[in-house]
């Protein structure tokens, strides 16, 4: 496949240019279709009840007063779903335990946070739904409970599961605890890097539990048939993981269930999971009739996963010409009520920028009576970042070196070793400090009040499985299924390498998602893996198409296909048959299909390897009003090596759209509970995510340094810019009031009180 | 919450019968920014609800000799809109400007924001300081009070059952007045105030203050006046040492929480600092008035 | 108790309801006219996703009551773009990708209108004050910004 493959070298028509997206239309008329936005005939309205503890065993639920209530057709308790069995499935790092699910979905012995989903109804009207619910008694044992991470390990503390033995120490100890999980990764001599460093620094962070803060709660509308098949509309980063979990939780067959990715009103990784799925079809089983649930603003922040929060130490030895010697990390991760927080990422990524031959990180899972944690947009890494990127920052300044210059001097290369095993193998990383240096700004000189940090992040990027479907259509057109929900424009990306591949227009292409039943198997959208991935199923059956065309072109002309290429969209004679016969474009060739063959289209399933990791390196100035401690960003410049930009402007935004989010995390975003245990700020209104007053443009910079394993060059590009903000404003604040801010979020009253302390 | 009654008046003396007799629960409907959310959270389950917007007295906004009478219920982004009362009351029209969103304003009313009764209103500041007086009509008539005896408790007023809002009375200004509100939040938009400041000062014709009125919100159960900061200023010119007196004031006259909005020791510290900058604010406005 | 009957004018056509007092406009608006244009996020007014003009004034469609509606004028995004002619700001929208999930669209769309209505000519800063009531979470506002700003100088003809 000589002349599809390889696109690194050939000049590239569409490839970085910005079109209108394929699906852009409704959604600027308000047709596009999300989650809440389905109906059915004989809907009905289904409601979840909440604990109002944030620990609590359920002596017993009496539903009776409202399964009477007039209007209501079904009421769901624990009861009518099947136990799980209790086994870690899947790869450590993101392993998934059924029996925990199925607990978190619909609550059994006990309620482990406030919001935890206690029961059901589904009623003919809304209002009937609510009123239902508060009709539900519910008798509670209150516990004792417990929210901080490092009160949680405390040998008092109460217990979440009195089962409890942490997985990762040998011998494994004795006594339960809120420990899940304890996990090491090393690389070299860690004592004696440390011995043999001119300078030490050390510091303790802790940070806030945060919430991905997605415009659109869980919604879905789900119907079961008689027959024991179902279908469900929702809004998931992945319909594939919908029909997994779903069926396994109400023991039906995966193949029974049918799942529609709805449009997604963002989801950042906290739609990677189910909570309102699998009780909408088993309401709509019990009932006999469609079912649809949205969740409240409230219900999402209370009860769908916030990514953690952490308390951390890190330790860095650096030689006085700034080469690092040594790195050592402690990061204790909340997990939420049931174990599963991104520890592991955090201590494998936080060192992963940098070439130190001597490294150590701990990580401890921690439960705790909170939500249980969720992705997060590179989740774990921007945790870890924050702690890790500022005391670099710290090592930079005590030996007196330019911090970007510190960073690029122990950048990463290929061959570096992770602390995790594999050697980097790719390069980017020193070209994107270099690219962010030689921005005009970073020299610029700075006002009263203000500062300059900068920090950098890593991501390792997702590979996967991931199925593509190409129809030619009569007239030339091009259709492209896939399985991968479009969270950001990934429908003009797979477009775009399509249009690209066979040499057609863009709007000769439409992209669709298509449902479980209708495209091969695909993994979530997440892990910055959809362009790299599903855009390589894409592009390979885009080639199984074109070799299709081929060989009715050469059937048309009488040669053989040896003798005929693909190129600029149309079949070409060429080697010795070179020039006999006028080029035969995808249309022509579409409409000679039935006399040639048949229909033409080609299916590509594959699980990608190969994929770059994503390196990100920011700088941002911020001017600190003395009085007050309100920080304000003057400007935001976020340089990432994204391999080969598909569509530029989307690549754009999802850098723009992850560095305020870390903006938001860095500054104002936290979750606060009261002594109870209760949420006090469940809402926008004191859950502060920035409003477009609070932030200025931001500069954006594509390094590309193409991945030689995509015939496009592709690195994922979505989550890595998230992980270097908070530590780069931690840092620009430090530069302009002398204080080192350790604990997230940087507000007001925290910023205020460091500048007192120092007088 | 399906059996309440929605009523419409389009009299003072109709709202006030429909509130004065209702058996259980009723609530004024102006904006409804408050009242919504209240309804969604089941916090209040009221019976009935009483539409104020088509009662024409309530949603004028007449001139008369320099004073301004506005009513209850007029939109904020109205009363904010309005070029003549934006000149002659620049402060109070800062703090109207901060309620919530383009949207919150496109609803609400100061009538709402002042009886809803929140420690930390915007606009309550702003028009304590300008002395602006509320005009009540109940079932025992009409009668006047001070927009600063209108909240007495965190959700709680001094209205009597059936009383109503009516219209706010800003007093004619004399010359050389300025007034200025400012309010703290961690954004730059719609949080609800951690700190606000509300100044309204005169000046003579050499430059003293002649009077003043220093009104602080969200740092005690209701908005405070404060008169041992206006007296701060009173006699001076509103210098640096006048400033720094009056900041100290107002940060000791301060009786806040903490809350999930802000600590008690940052809110006493802002409520100096605010109070000064809104001070100097006010004093360039009086300055350049004529 | 007896459902509320309103009539009222919806993007520019009759258009009559029957609603309890408690049902909110977007309530109305979603589940008994099948709009679902106009999206909620929060129901309390923080995020703007629900925002529509009530005789031309912006407000958000979930703090208020359909039976409020009773001879108003309502416009929603589904009465934004005339047949298939788009709204310069649907179109700038789009050509400046200033949606990704585009679930806060809608909203953004009826605010921005409302403010060139109002401020033809609207400063960077103007128009993100103007815009904090509606949130963004997947853009970062940036390309939302450029794009008022663009439609804004086509409105003007400059």
């Known amino acids: 496949m000589d002349t599809a493959t390889n696109y690194s070298e050939k000049k590239l028509k569409i490839i970085g240019t910005s079109p209108v997206r394929p699906d852009g239309v409704p959604k600027v008329t308000g047709l596009a279709q999300y989650g809440a936005d389905f109906s059915l005939p004989g809907m009905l309205w289904g409601k979840i009840l909440r604990s109002p503890h944030a620990h609590a065993r359920i002596r017993s639920i009496d539903t009776s007063k409202a399964l009477a209530l007039r209007g209501v057709k079904a009421v769901l308790t624990s009861a009518d779903l099947p136990e799980q069995k209790f086994e870690y499935v899947g790869p450590e790092r993101i392993a998934v335990n059924f029996w925990h699910m199925t607990r978190n979905i619909m609550a059994r012995e006990k309620v482990l946070y406030e919001g935890h989903a206690v029961a059901a109804v589904a009623a003919t009207t809304s209002a009937i739904a609510e009123e239902a619910l508060r009709l539900i008694e519910v008798d509670y044992e209150v516990l004792p409970h417990v929210i901080d991470v490092d009160q949680a390990m405390q040998p008092d503390a109460p217990l979440l599961f009195e089962d409890m033995i942490t997985r990762g120490i040998v011998p494994a100890p004795k006594q339960a605890s809120n420990i899940s999980k304890r996990v090491e990764f090393k690389i070299g001599d860690l004592e004696a890097g440390f011995a043999a460093a001119d300078e030490i620094v050390e510091a303790s962070f802790k940070t806030a539990a945060v919430h991905q803060g997605y415009i659109e709660p869980q919604a879905c509308l789900a119907r079961f048939d008689a027959d024991g098949q179902g279908e469900v509309w929702s809004s998931s980063q992945g319909h594939f993981i919908v029909r997994t979990f779903t069926t396994r939780l109400l023991g039906m067959k995966t193949g029974d269930l049918r799942c529609h990715a709805a449009e997604i009103g963002g989801a950042f990784g906290g739609k990677t999971v189910v909570y309102v799925e699998p009780v909408a079809v088993a309401l709509s089983r019990k009932s006999g009739h469609p079912v649809k649930i949205m969740m409240s603003r409230e219900d999402v922040f209370k009860a769908t996963g916030p990514t953690s929060g952490a308390s951390m130490t890190i330790k860095i030895g650096v030689k006085r010409d700034g080469k690092i010697v040594a790195a050592e990390g402690l990061f204790k991760y909340q997990a939420g009520a049931f174990p599963g927080s991104p520890v592991m990422n955090g201590c494998m990524c936080g060192f992963a920028p940098y070439d130190i031959a001597n490294v150590r990180t701990v990580g401890y899972d921690v439960v705790c009576n909170r939500p249980k944690s969720v992705a997060y947009r590179a989740p774990g890494s921007p945790i870890s970042a924050f702690a890790v990127e500022s005391t670099i920052d710290m090592a930079a300044s005590k030996i007196g070196m330019d911090p970007l210059q510190f960073r690029l001097m122990n950048a990463a290369k290929p061959g570096t070793p992770t602390v995790y095993g594999p050697k980097l193998a790719h390069h980017g990383f020193s070209e994107t400090i270099e690219a962010l240096m030689q921005h005009p700004a970073y020299k610029a000189p700075l006002g009263k009040n203000q500062g300059r940090g900068s920090a950098c992040g890593y991501w390792f990027n997702g590979g996967g499985e991931s199925s593509a479907t190409v129809h030619v259509n009569e007239d030339g057109s091009v259709v492209v299924a896939t399985g991968s929900p479009d969270i950001g424009g990934s429908r003009a990306s797979m477009a775009l390498m399509a249009a690209e591949t066979l040499g057609i227009d863009y709007d000769k292409v439409r992209p669709i998602i298509a449902d479980t039943n209708s495209i091969g198997y695909t993994q979530g959208t997440g892990g910055s893996r959809v362009t790299y991935a599903t855009g390589l199923a894409v592009i390979n059956a885009c080639n199984k198409v074109i070799a299709v065309l081929r060989a009715r072109a050469a059937l048309i002309w009488n040669i053989d296909v040896e003798d005929v290429i693909w190129e600029d969209g149309s079949a070409r004679p060429a080697g010795k048959r070179a020039g006999e016969f006028e080029p035969l474009p995808l249309k022509a060739i579409a409409a000679k299909r039935s006399v040639t063959g048949g229909p033409i289209s080609a299916s590509e399933s594959l699980n990608a390897g190969g994929q770059a990791p994503g390196f990100a390196v920011q700088f941002c100035d911020v001017e600190v009003d003395p009085e007050t401690g309100h920080v304000k960003i003057l400007r935001f410049v976020a340089a990432q090596d994204v391999g080969r930009a598909i569509h530029r402007a989307y690549v754009e935004g999802q850098i723009q759209g992850g560095v305020v989010q870390g903006i938001g995390w860095a500054l104002n975003e936290e979750y606060i509970y009261d002594q109870a245990g209760h949420l006090s700020n469940a809402g926008f209104l004191d859950y502060r995510i920035p409003v477009a007053s609070d932030v200025p443009m931001i500069d954006t910079i594509l390094v590309e340094v193409p991945n030689p394993n995509h015939p496009f060059g592709v690195k994922g590009v979505a989550e890595a810019n998230i992980v270097p903000p908070m530590a780069a404003i931690a840092n620009a604040i430090n530069n302009a009031i002398g204080r080192r801010m350790t604990e997230l979020p940087m507000s007001p009253p925290k910023v205020l009180a460091a500048l007192d302390a120092g007088n | ?290 | 108790m007896a459902k509320h009957h309103v009539t009222a004018t919806l993007n520019g056509n009759d258009v009559e309801f029957l609603c309890e007092t408690h049902q909110t406009l977007l309530d109305v608006l979603r589940d008994d006219l099948h709009l679902t244009g106009s999206k909620e996020g929060c129901g309390s007014g923080d995020c703007g996703a629900c925002s529509v003009t009530l005789d031309g004034r912006l407000i958000c469609a979930c703090l208020m009551l359909g039976v409020e509606a009773q001879g108003k004028s309502i416009e929603t995004i589904e009465g934004m773009a005339v047949g298939d002619k788009l709204h310069p700001l649907q179109r700038k929208f789009l050509e400046h990708a200033a949606l990704q999930c585009g679930i806060c669209t809608p909203g953004f769309l009826i605010a921005s209108r409302s403010l060139l209505e109002r401020n033809p000519d609207p400063t960077e800063e103007e128009v993100r004050f103007w815009l904090a009531g509606n949130l963004c979470r997947c853009t970062g506002y940036h390309k939302i910004v450029e794009a008022v700003l663009d439609a804004a100088r086509e409105m003007r003809g400059a």
């Open chain 2, 1 to 290: 919450m399906s059996d309440m009654r929605y009523e419409a008046p389009k009299t003072v003396e109709a709202a006030v019968a429909l509130l004065a007799g209702a058996n259980g629960a009723a609530r004024m409907l102006a904006g409804g920014t408050d009242l919504l959310i209240q309804m969604r959270g089941g916090r209040i389950q009221p019976e009935l609800l009483v539409d104020l917007k088509g009662i024409p007295e309530m949603t004028s906004i007449v001139a008369e000799n320099g004073s301004f009478r506005f009513g209850a219920a007029v939109g904020c982004m109205v009363l904010v809109e309005h070029e003549a009362f934006a000149k002659a009351w620049p402060g109070v029209t800062d703090a109207v400007k901060l309620i919530g969103s383009i949207q919150i304003k496109g609803r609400a009313t100061v009538g709402g924001n002042v009886c809803n009764a929140s420690p930390a209103a915007d606009s309550v500041p702003a028009l304590i300081a300008a002395g602006a007086i509320a005009s009540i009509v109940g079932p025992k008539g009409r009668r006047d009070a001070r927009v600063e005896d209108i909240a007495t408790a965190p959700g709680k007023t001094s209205l009597a059952k059936g009383e109503i809002v009516v219209s706010f009375l800003l007093p004619r200004r004399p010359p050389h007045s300025g007034d200025a509100y400012l309010r703290f939040i961690p954004r730059t938009e719609m949080d609800i105030a951690v700190v606000g400041a509300g100044i309204n000062l005169t000046l003579d014709d050499k430059g003293v203050c002649t009077q003043a009125r220093v009104s602080l919100g969200a740092v005690a159960e209701r908005a405070l006046l404060v008169p041992e900061a206006a007296a701060a200023l009173i006699g001076t010119k509103v210098d640096a040492a006048a400033l720094k007196r009056l900041a100290a004031a107002a940060s000791a006259a301060c009786k806040p929480i903490d809350d999930k909005r802000g600590t008690k020791i940052y809110r006493i510290k802002v409520a100096g600092v605010l109070a000064r900058r809104a001070a100097e604010i006010a004093l360039d406005r009086a300055r350049r008035k004529n």
